[in-house]
Every structure is written in C-alpha cells, then in structure tokens.
DNA sequence: ATTATCTACGCAAACGTTTGCGAGAACGTT
DNA sequence: AACGTTCTCGCAAACGTTTGCGTAGATAAT
C-alpha cells in the first residue's frame, strides 16, 4: 500500500541540479568531485535516508556483500560459536551472510557451492564436509571467488585456511596429565585420517616422548565415528586391560564423557584411578560429573579471524592462490576430571 | 583469469535466432509462447547451462528469494534445530536464507531490520529479543515485507506466529508427575513476563486443579533470568522449606539441571524423594546423571512450518494482516529424573 | 597570445532482465 | 472479399547504479 519509493540517485539530483554522475561520485568519494558538492550531495543524502539500492549496485560492481558459510552440522555448539564470530564481524565490516548445513554430505556441498555462486555471494567461507573426495568442485569455486576454509580443512586446497594448533594444545593436554603424575595414558582418537585427528594424535605421541614414555599400542584405540557411545564401549575395553591406564585423553569431548560414564558405571574413582581430558569446551563438559577437563577451541576468534581474511581477499584480490595456514591458539581448561589439588 | 562469462539471455537469443524478450518469456512459460519454441529454449539453456542473473533478476523485479532470520542466540541447541528446519525448507523452496543474531538487544534488533530489509530480503522471520518494548519498528516493517514470528512472540504483532502448544505442554509434564504419585510439585519460572514462561505457568496451574490438589505460593518460585545457577539456587531454597516438594518443574532444562545438581549435592534421591521435570530437551538432558525427564520441542518441524508460511505470504501477498497462531504439538520424553518402574 | 595541464562536472552507455505495447501471420467468420 | 480473433513473437523502455570519455572553464607554462 504505502510504496515508500526509496530515495534513488536521480532524486537527489534533480534536488541539487547536478547530474546523476556527479552524485554518484560524490557518494564514493571520487577526486574527481569538489570538497563542496561532495559535502553538499552527502548532506542531503543523509536528509533524505539515501540508501543505495544493493541489487543496481550489485548488477553493475558484480559485488554483493553477501558471503556463504557452509558447515556440516550447525548444532554443533563448537559451530556455533564460530558462527557468532563470523556474523558479527562481517556485520562489523557491511557484510551479510548466508549459512548453509552440508550434513557431511559431499554432494550436497558441492550443489552449495553451486547456488551460493548463483546468488552472487564475493566470497566463501567453509567447513568441509567429512571425508570430502573431490577437491575439484572445490578448486572450480577458487578461480571464481576467494575461499577460506576453517575447522575441518584440506592441505590439498590452496587457500587460507584457518585452524587451531591441534598439535599443540594436545601436546599440552597430555603433558598436563603427566604433570599430575600420570604415566600410563590412554588415547581415544579416529580411525578415518581426519586433520584434526592426525594432528591431535601427533601432539598425544610428542608428548610421551619429550617426557621419556612408552607408547603402548593398546592403549591406543580408534574408532570410526567417534561419539559418546563409542567413548562408552571403548572405555570398558581399557577397563578389561590387565595394565589399566591411569588416565584417558579423548580427541573429542562427547568421547570423554562417554569415557566418564562408563568410568562412573563402574565405580572407578575419577581422576585418582584414572582421569579424563577431552578436546573441545562443550557445553555438556560442565554437566557431567566429574566436570570434564578439556581444551578450550576459541570459536568466537575462529570465526573472526576467518571471515576478516576472507573479506581482506575480496577486497585486495591476490593473483595467486596460496595455501596459507593460520593457527589459533587454544587453552586448556582444568576441571575435577583430572584436577589434582 | 578465466572470467568465465555466464551465458546470457543474449547469447540464448543470437544462438536460436530469437528475440530477448521472447527468450526470457519462453522460460518463464509464458502462454503467449508457443510450446515447441518453449522447448528449443530449454533445451539449449540447460545446455549452455544458463542460469539468470540473480542481480538483473531482482533489480527488476524486486524479489531476491533470499530470507532474513534473526535470532537473539545462535548457541542455544533449540535454536540450531530450528534453523536446520529453516534451511532445509527454504533450500527446497528455492530461498536461501541470511542469519543474524540480536543477542536479546532491542536497538540492534531493529538495526538488524533496517538492513536486512536493505539488503532485500523478501521476508523475515523471528523470534523477538527479550523484553521488546517498541513494537512500531517491527510494525513498519510490515507494510513493507511480510513478517513471520516464532518461538518468542508477541500478541502485539498482527502476523502469523508459530509456537508450541506451551499450556499443554507444561500440563501434561506436571501430570506426568501426579500420575507417579506425587502431590507436591514445585515449579521454577521466570518472574518476567514473557510468553513462554506464562503460558507454561498456565497448564502447571490447570494440571494441579483438574486434579485436585492444592496450589502453594511456597512452592512457586521466580526468577529474573532463568539459568543453571539459578535453579541450583532455588532448588536449595526448596530444600531448606519444612515442607518440602515431592517434584520439580522446572520451565527450562538449564534450570531442571541446575535443579538436579543440588539434589545431588544433597544426597537426595531422584525421582523417588524429589521428581524433575525440564523443558525443551537439551542435549544436556541426557548428560546428567540421572537423564532428564522433559518436553521435547521438535525444532525442526517449527522451523520447516514457520517457513512454508512465510514463503507462503510472499508468494501470494494477503491484503489485511491478521494474527494467526500456529501450535506445533509437543511431547513429552520420559526419563530417569521422574522415571518410577 | 598560444598551448598545455588541471579541475569539476555532464553525457551516455552498459550491466541482464522483465514487460507493456504493437504488429505480422494464420485462421475462421460473415 | 473484408473483417475480427487468436497466436507468436519483437521493439524498446525501464529498473538504479557505475564509469569511460568528453568538455567547458580556469590556471599555468611557454
């Protein structure tokens, strides 16, 4: 009903006697255009709540200010808290965003990348999907748009790609453990060669080097789809050892509650007998009893740092694509599941 | 480098030797184009892999099949599952949907408005910030786009809102409760007067009259911001009554978990001593020890009907607005916090 | 005085699509 | 044979913005 036509260029214009061009100009701040008029032309576009309309601009400069986001799963609360720092920081710099879930699911990722491209987003920012095969959807997309690729991310993509120090902060995690005088450590980590499950197990096998421990293959358990469940059942395996471990680091926090209730189950005192660190800051890490040490992922700055290189690459466009790692750093969080007072 | 030109209505047009006009009619099925030339149209579209220039598209025509979504908090679980329901339905519907996040704060609330709407979304769905107090920003959003509200709501706004039966809801858990025997049942609500926490405060009162049992203020319990620590809090005040409560009700399940762990604290055995009952089913519900008997919210079914109705309206655009509230029906997950063989 | 340089602005095309209007062809009607 | 319809299609304008180019006037250089 009521049209509220929206205050275009050609209104102010013709209100200032200048040409369309000139006021455009004016508005971007072109040299070309004098102090005063640029003064002038602004004054009274904010007068009139000028604003420019984003699909003329978008069809003329092909730039949007939308980005895509794609994760896997965004119930995940890690997820989530990368999300709070991807939307407020692109906010902060006149971006919107548009998030999509690929379930894991490579096909769907790539029919994503797809659309996102036919919406005209500049840039993309994503998780990959797990077990992701075909790197070539993917560098397709690259030599369209800018991508930056965060969490679950691929050396084979050259990008930048945004990632916490998985190495160290489980380095840190099991030192943490030795230093409370345990020596017999348990891992429970993935089968399936995922980043950061490598990566994790890296830091766990450093850490029992640099401190002159044996590596014990059977204490080392893997599993495909690591969850709760699988922490559970895997956790009852180290309790049927003969040589029990004295404490058990989970690649995942859903594991090391699994770990946790299955230690609690059958009574074995947590963390004298054996304690438990796990990997991620969940929510439910506060819930469980014994309260679950872990290592804190700083999502927030993930999601910052991610979408600030990527909207740096849409707006200072680089000629060659290099991959370019950069690492967040995590901290470990004590709680009573491996606190030793 | 490779600028990969999109294929064009043009090119279409030069390639069969048609007009534009007739190109682009042809693909939007237009009557006034003969079906066998509709077809050549096609064909060569999809094999040139044609697809429209999304700007073009909705500078013309003032539709951009993107949705705005704003929620005060991305990190709560019922929050994601909502969304995923959001995402999938418009995915299918051919809508892609941009997120933001008010974090409960009015004024960026309606900030977030203004721009979304400037970014031409075509319809915007919400669940209001706390203690939203001017209601005339989001009422003249309304004759600008259609609006469509969930979760968090307000009889204010002449739109179509989508919630969950919370009345019944909250009657059957309290009834839950008096069918295993108890007859004392406390509640923990919010002293805010918001929507939810009313209605639930309803169907607990309704529960307890149909079945004949006594209403006692003591056993009434407010609180500003609901949360963990607060139904720890109150949970301890409960405690400390002469008359202590058989059960709990708690409005949230952050609450019911604070709830339990004082129970726990204080040695007091669950259910058969002192009954809980949550709200919302958390995935923390299911970390506590014992599990958390609570109403479970099917997120994703709101999100995938608030959709289908927005959609709907801005599709076929309705001359009045008229309030229209859609119950989503709960149901209630029975577990060991209230579970009596 | 002539020419070159600079400043400040306007003209008009272009981006890709939709759509009102008009018009030729084919057909049937009288 | 003249006329009215119907079916197909093309012409051209329009959406609001950006931008290459042109240019009038002012200033500086020769």
Redesign the pocket.
């Known amino acids: 009903m009521s049209k509220k036509?929206?205050?275009?260029?050609?209104?102010?214009?013709l209100a200032?006697?200048?040409?369309?061009?000139?006021?455009?100009?004016?508005?971007?701040d072109?040299?070309?255009?004098?102090?005063?008029?640029?003064e002038r032309v602004k004054l009274l576009a904010t007068k009139l709540h000028?604003?420019?309309?984003?699909?003329?601009?978008g069809?003329?400069?092909?730039r949007t200010h939308i980005l895509g986001v794609i994760v896997p799963n965004i119930s995940h609360y890690f997820t989530t808290t990368i999300l709070k720092g991807v939307l407020s920081e692109s906010e902060n710099l006149g971006y919107r965003v548009i998030i999509s879930e690929s379930k894991n699911d490579e096909i769907k990722q790539t029919e994503m990348l797809e659309t996102m491209i036919q919406f005209g987003v500049d840039g993309i920012l994503m998780a990959l999907a797990r077990k992701t095969k075909s790197i070539d959807s993917i560098l397709q997309i690259q030599n369209r748009i800018p991508l930056v690729l965060f969490d679950k991310v691929s050396d084979k993509i050259p990008c930048t790609q945004v990632v916490i120090n998985d190495e160290e902060a489980a380095y840190n995690a099991v030192e943490h453990l030795i230093n409370t005088g345990k020596t017999r450590i348990a891992i429970i980590k993935e089968t399936e060669q995922s980043f950061n499950s490598r990566k994790r197990f890296e830091g766990y096998l450093r850490a029992l080097k640099e401190h002159n421990l044996p590596i014990d293959e059977k204490i080392i358990l893997s599993t495909e789809d690591i969850s709760l469940n699988k922490g559970k059942m895997l956790t009852n395996n180290l309790l049927s050892l003969k040589n029990r471990p004295d404490a058990i680091f989970a690649i995942t926090d859903s594991a090391a509650i699994g770990a946790i209730k299955a230690l609690n189950k059958f009574n074995v005192e947590i963390p004298n007998e054996i304690a438990v660190v796990g990997f991620s800051n969940n929510i439910n890490s506060t819930i469980i009893n014994p309260s679950l040490s872990t290592v804190d992922q700083p999502g927030e700055k993930i999601g910052r740092t991610a979408i600030s290189y990527l909207i740096d690459e849409i707006e200072n466009p680089k000629e060659t694509l290099l991959t370019k790692t950069v690492e967040i750093k995590t901290n470990l969080i004590v709680r009573d599941s491996s606190f030793v007072p």
Chains 1, 2 share one sequence.
Do not use: C, G, M
């Not at 061009?21 to 971007?28: E, G, Y």
């Not at 072109?30 to 640029?38: E, L, M, V």
């Not at 000028?50 to 601009?57: D, I, M, Q, R």
């Not at 069809?59 to 092909?62: G, L, M």
């Open positions: 036509q929206n205050t275009t260029l050609k209104d102010l214009a200032l006697e200048l040409s369309i061009s000139t006021v455009s100009r004016a508005l971007n072109h040299p070309d255009i004098s102090i005063s008029t640029r000028y604003t420019p309309n984003l699909f003329a601009k069809f003329r400069t092909h």
